[in-house]
């Protein structure tokens, strides 16, 4: 359950809470706890969980929670 919070946050302030990852990711980031977001820029679906992304970040973030969120693009980084 996402909780509204009393500020309003810009998109470009909530993408500060979903890490952009790149291939050097599975090899830096073995201790962490993620949720990944593996998207296509191009996909429809994929633009419209955007915003619901940033969302579960911010969130993460506000609860203290120590899951890091990210996301990486799939087109880019097929390995």
């Given amino acids: 359950m ?3 919070l009393p500020v309003q946050l810009s998109a470009v ?8 990852l790149d291939e050097s990711f599975k090899d830096n980031q073995k201790e962490d706890i ?3 977001d ?3 820029p ?5 633009k419209k969980l955007e915003p619901i992304w940033n969302e579960v970040g911010l ?3 506000s609860i203290g929670s120590p899951v ?8 880019s980084y097929s390995n």
């Fill in 13 to 20: 302030a909530w993408e500060g809470f979903v890490e952009d």
């Fill in 42 to 46: 191009w996909c429809r679906h994929c």
């Fill in 59 to 61: 969130e993460m973030k």
């Fill in 68 to 75: 890091k969120v990210g996301k990486m693009d799939a087109t």
């Fill in 2 to 4: 996402v909780v509204p």
């Fill in 38 to 40: 593996f998207y296509a």
């Fill in 34 to 36: 993620w949720l990944i």
